[in-house]
T-cell receptor, first 117, second 111 residues
């Protein structure tokens, strides 16, 4: 199946710093990518939809100024956690739609574990 | 999410036995996705169902979507240790492929 990569796989940062997470579709072009967050022993929660060439759309309760999303190309979306705080520590996973398949299957990256000290 | 209920939350099965995981939505679905996740890792795509009554199989895993497109089941036949993990159903309730996920089913296979 299609491959989606994320970088870094894990990051530890100090409170108040900003962290950038990259999501790449490796063998297909993705006009739409999604960013999810998963807290320990919980399911995934959609944060925002990343649209290539336009602004991201955020789910209710997600601060757009806190979680900056940039989808500058058809293969790359970035999520920047600005002024990170310990409560932002979580597992962030992106997904991308492969429009080339008949059913637009959605593939997920391996995730990025963020720990804010 | 209360919009999507997944059951059971955990399941311990003897190797070689069959098992079923269910996913029920309060709304008619545009699509239903099944994924497998190992703790702390990404999601592995298993199957996607879109049509009412649709059934798909891959190796020993079969997924079905009911005619009303509100309920799906994932069935594993002759379970193996490699089937162990967390199974998640994700529902597209809007047609925009923004997925709402169930709470997951933690599957343990005992040898």
């Amino acid at each position: 199946g299609a491959v989606v990569s994320q970088h870094p796989s894990w990051v530890i940062c100090k409170s108040g710093t900003s962290v950038k997470i990259e999501c790449r579709s490796l063998d297909f072009q993705a006009t739409t990518m999604f960013w999810y967050r998963q807290f320990p022993k919980q399911s995934l929660m959609l944060m925002a939809t990343s649209n290539e060439g336009s602004k991201a759309t955020y789910e209710q309760g997600v601060e757009k100024d806190k979680f900056l999303i940039n989808h500058a190309s058809l293969t790359l979306s970035t999520l920047t956690v600005t002024s990170a705080h310990p409560e932002d520590s979580s597992f962030y996973i992106c997904s991308a739609r492969d429009p080339g398949t008949n059913q637009e299957t959605q593939y997920f990256g391996p995730g990025t574990r963020l720990l804010v000290l | 999410s209360q919009e999507l209920e997944q059951s059971p939350q955990s399941l311990i099965v003897q190797e070689g036995k069959n098992l079923t995981i269910n996913c029920t939505s309060s709304k008619t679905l545009y699509g239903l996705y099944w994924y497998k996740q190992k703790y702390g890792e990404g999601l592995i795509f298993l199957m996607m169902l879109q049509k009412g009554g649709e059934e798909k199989s891959h190796e020993k895993i079969t997924a079905k979507l009911d005619e009303k497109k509100q309920q799906s089941s994932l069935h594993i036949t002759a379970s193996q240790p490699s089937h162990a993990g967390i199974y998640l159903c994700g529902a597209d309730m809007s047609g925009a492929q923004k997925l709402v996920f169930g709470q997951g089913t933690r599957l343990t296979i005992n040898p």
